[in-house]
């Protein structure tokens, strides 16, 4: 029996039952936005009694297929008050889908003020005391140390910082890798959703769990050899990511004149070779030790485009050291120091604060003159206080828009009060019509336009142009709503993009799984379905077309090098949604 599992913190008491039959058929994305959708009031309050967050693997996680250790998170966001989904690697997913758990929800929440940690295994779900020395301003570092010594170094766990304790709108919730450091679902506000239900952390233990259940195990197998195999032959995912990392991305955004930069006052930077994924692979290799240059953040991850940085003495500093907050702290906080990036990085992810909100949050109040340009120390040191948190360290844990009003700018770099992340939609226009219309607030992972714009995978379009845009922005959104459902990591769109084998491989993973039919349009379908679950939820809360919308500065301040400004219609970015 498939499992769903409610945990209710009003009263302290959980239930498993069956599997509702609604969500039988869903995974991953497809069944938290369908739940919050169907069981969360749009119109309550984020961190109010009636806002529920649901965790659930996708449809081949626990599986062999390659790359499919993501797990969604969903709730309402406090930080964009849209539905939300977010995701994230690390062991969890896999463990979960093992256990035969489609999903568990968390709702209510507790009288007495008091933080709990959730246990889930095989005999069902145990809620206690959270241990004191993990409250109250302790790392996540520490605590996942601190838990695996009480549960076992073998669970799985997902943990909120103090940020989380908090209730900080950037707050997100870490999950551990299997070597016990952090990966994180980042987006939204979902740790500060946590905080309010009390749960500090939960604890996933697969002990006595067996193997998922697979239709067609020769199938399944077959599908799989085809589908690595197009993950390993593209240059992308097979060699680049692997190499280099996302930081990759700096050298050719630099190049393109769409690295925000500044406040998104330039597209350009200077000092691109200093933060350069290029020159994080050089600086790893140099210093030895326990650095890595490729790495996986989830068992069965062929593309392994995560590492481990190291410092002078080659200590470990940080791992998945991403190209968004490279970019975020390097370019947009004009941060010229690669060390100094890992130092606030490890801390961000310490005190469990979204690294792009943060990062963006922290670039504004440069631009707001609360912190001078390009200051690592001081950075690091506000980051660090988001564990007490002083005035300032509050401030920039609201996030970029909170920081915005405060200075009283006008140049705030948010839709639907959520950070733009690292692609100028002024001088890449794909990305900025995903940016306005994804349902939560600006997101490059809700369709990953820079692929057809920039990197020319998928798709050959001119992003200084509107023509194909529309469409392509749609076609992205769709595909990758299906892809959040199934477990995998978004990266393995540049293994199917351009190659139909791959993509019917994972199809007939699915299918095999399943004993299935589907066809590649009901695939289509499926998240087509999931994008119209989202905005009827986001029309309940009371949001519209008007909020489908970039900053207005960005239709009338050109971007260098390429002067060009935001020049879509409002019917225009409204024709994306319409399908």
């Not at 302790?138 to 009480?150: P, T």
């Not at 820079?450 to 992003?463: E, R």
């Not at 960005?554 to 019917?571: A, G, K, L, Q």
Request: with cysteine; glycine share 12%.
């Amino acid at each position: 029996m498939h499992k769903f599992i409610r945990i209710d913190m009003t009263t302290l008491t959980s239930t498993v039952s069956e599997v509702p039959a609604k969500y039988v058929g869903l995974g991953g994305r497809a069944l938290t936005s369908n739940f919050v959708n169907d069981e969360v009031n749009p119109t309550c309050h984020p961190l109010g009694k009636n806002n529920k967050i649901v965790f659930a693997p996708g449809l081949l996680s626990g599986t062999a297929a390659a790359n499919s250790g993501r797990m969604s998170v969903g709730s309402k966001s406090p930080l964009t008050g849209t539905i939300k989904e977010s995701n994230t690697g690390g062991s969890s997913s896999q463990m979960l889908a093992k256990m035969g758990i489609k999903a568990f929800v968390i709702e209510g929440m507790p009288s007495e003020d008091k933080f709990y940690v959730i246990k889930l295994d095989m005999n069902g779900v145990t809620i206690e005391e959270a241990p004191a020395e993990i409250i109250g301003g302790c790392g996540n570092y520490d605590a996942i140390r601190i838990l695996g010594e009480k549960y076992g170094k073998h669970v799985g766990v997902a943990i909120i910082g103090p940020a989380g304790e908090y209730r900080l709108p950037s707050a997100n919730i870490s999950f551990k890798d299997p070597e016990g450091n952090i990966r994180s679902a980042g987006r939204g506000g979902l740790g500060a959703v946590l905080g309010s239900k009390k749960v500090k952390a939960i604890i996933i233990d697969e002990t006595g769990a067996g193997k998922v259940e697979i239709a067609n195990p020769e199938a399944f197998m077959a599908a799989n050899k085809v589908f690595s195999k197009a993950l390993l032959d593209h240059p992308v995912s097979g060699q680049g990511l692997g190499l280099y990392g996302t930081d990759v991305l700096v050298n050719i955004l630099n190049e393109a004149g769409g690295l925000p930069s500044y406040n998104f006052t330039s597209g350009r930077i200077d000092h691109n070779d200093n933060i350069s994924g290029e020159t994080m692979n050089a600086t790893i290799t140099e210093r030895g030790g326990e650095g890595k240059v490729s790495h996986g953040c989830h068992k069965g991850c062929v593309i392994r485009c995560s590492q481990w940085y190291t410092d002078k003495e080659g200590k470990y500093i940080t791992s998945g050291f991403e190209y968004e907050t490279i970019w975020g702290l390097g370019a947009d906080a004009g941060i010229e120091d690669l060390d100094a990036i890992a130092y606030i990085d490890r801390a961000m992810d310490d005190v469990g604060v979204d690294s792009i909100e943060t990062a963006v949050a922290v670039a504004t109040a440069m631009d707001g003159g609360l912190i001078p340009w390009g200051d690592g120390k001081a950075v690091l040191e506000i980051v660090k206080d988001m564990a007490k948190p002083t005035p300032l360290a509050r401030i920039i844990a609201g996030g970029a828009g909170a920081v915005g009003s405060l200075c009283g700018l006008y140049r705030t770099p948010v839709v639907k009060n959520q950070a733009i992340p690292a692609y100028d939609p002024r001088a890449i226009k794909g990305i900025g019509l995903t940016y306005a219309t994804t349902t939560m607030g600006a997101d490059h992972t809700a369709g990953y336009c820079i692929s057809g714009n920039i990197l020319k995978v998928g798709a050959n379009i001119d992003p200084l142009k509107k023509e194909g845009q529309i469409e392509y922005a749609r076609a992205m959104q769709i595909g990758t709503a299906a892809i959040d459902s199934t477990g995998m990591c978004l990266f393995i769109y540049f293994g199917v993009a351009d190659n139909p084998a791959g993509y019917q491989a994972l199809i007939d993973m699915i299918n095999a799984q399943y004993g299935l039919s589907l066809t590649a349009n009901d695939v289509d379908e499926l998240g087509k379905s999931v994008l119209k679950v989202e905005r009827d939820f986001n029309k309940r809360a009371g949001f519209t077309n008007a909020h489908d919308r970039l900053p207005e500065f960005m239709e009338y301040e050109p971007i260098m090098p390429h002067n060009v400004v935001w020049d879509f219609t409002p019917e225009e970015i409204d024709e994306v949604m319409n399908f």
